[in-house]
């Protein structure tokens, strides 16, 4: 089950081994282009390991984001592992009509090659990735007879040297400054009702995935006792597995709402020492998803806008 969550677009890796296609720098720059007036993308498919946020489907849209200087994104994030997101990835895009048959020919590579699939018919590999079973007999037996050709698919060639310059570097921090590529259309971070983020309050926005890394733990921690419990294995057996689904579930409600949710509406934008005196938001700036929603509609008016 994935959940969609607003995050940096920092924090997105796109170098795991999950790429299919080559990048389009005119699909990006068209891309980067519409987001840059206002337009809405479907969010960004990625999977969280506990300590990474691995794309396998987006490529474009995230280096578009970089593009036009957008710093938050839209992410639908799916708890596994990089083996889980490369599975992901081979499947990604198969009802594309832009593939190349070199990408393809990658793919029916891995699905043959890749031992987690040894067990897998012709047929399942085949629609897993959505190409003809002949394609797989093929690229099958070009490798069988050490055909290598087309080969070095297998990783989809990256960006070149200046491409990666033209759509933006990854980023170590969250850039604070607002750099406008459009001087009628500011570019900023904004909170979960659209708010615009200070510059001062950027970095705690940014971290909440630290928060998020623990919730995940729990949600870990709750499975792997669920499945000792339905194995019967005789260590577990006095577990009171009710009682702890019930208090986990508790627990990731605590986190959750210690989440930053937006920019405190009772003084906007205000630097942290003019808000000390703020009974809202005790000084922090900003205030959880529970306190916003108790807040009286006059105030989340007054509060919206750039600050």
């Known amino acids: 089950m994935s959940n969609v969550i607003e995050m940096p677009v920092f924090l997105l890796k796109t170098d795991k081994g999950t790429q299919r296609r080559q990048i ?42 970089k593009k036009a200087n957008i710093k938050m994104v839209r992410v639908s994030v799916t708890d596994g592992d990089a083996a889980e997101a490369i599975h992901l990835s081979l499947g990604a895009n198969k009802d594309s009509l832009q593939r190349t048959q070199a990408e393809k020919n990658a793919c029916a590579r891995v ?72 001087s009628t259309k500011p570019k900023y971070p904004t909170d979960k009702v659209g708010n615009k983020i200070p510059d ?39 577990l009171p597995l009710n009682p702890l689904q019930t208090q986990t579930a508790n627990t990731k409600r605590i986190y959750r709402f210690s989440l930053p949710y937006c920019v405190c509406p009772m003084h906007g934008a205000a630097r942290l020492e003019d808000a000390r005196d703020c009974k809202l938001c005790k000084g922090a700036g900003w205030i959880t998803e529970d306190l916003y929603q108790a807040v009286p509609r006059e105030f989340k008016e007054e509060g919206r806008g750039d600050g």
């Open 24 to 65: 389009n720098l005119e699909v990006v720059t068209q891309y980067a282009e519409q987001m840059a007036e206002g337009a809405k993308f479907d969010p960004i498919d990625a999977v969280y390991d506990g300590k990474d946020y691995i794309v396998w489907n987006g490529f474009h849209r995230v280096n578009a984001y």
């Open 200 to 238: 001062h309050l950027i970095d705690v926005f940014a971290r909440q995935s630290e928060i998020r890394a623990c919730m995940n733990t729990l949600d870990e921690m709750r499975r792997n006792t669920e499945e000792k419990c339905e194995a019967l294995d005789p260590l577990w057996f006095f």
């Open 111 to 182: 699905m043959i090659t890749d031992p987690r699939y040894e067990a897998w018919t012709d047929e399942q590999r085949a629609n897993h990735i959505g190409v003809s079973r002949s394609t797989i007999a093929r690229v099958k037996a070009d490798i069988e007879s050490g055909n290598n050709s087309g080969q070095g698919d297998s990783n989809v060639v990256s960006l070149t040297q200046n491409e990666t310059s033209a759509v933006g570097n990854e980023e170590e921090n969250v850039d604070s400054s607002d750099t406008n590529t459009d």
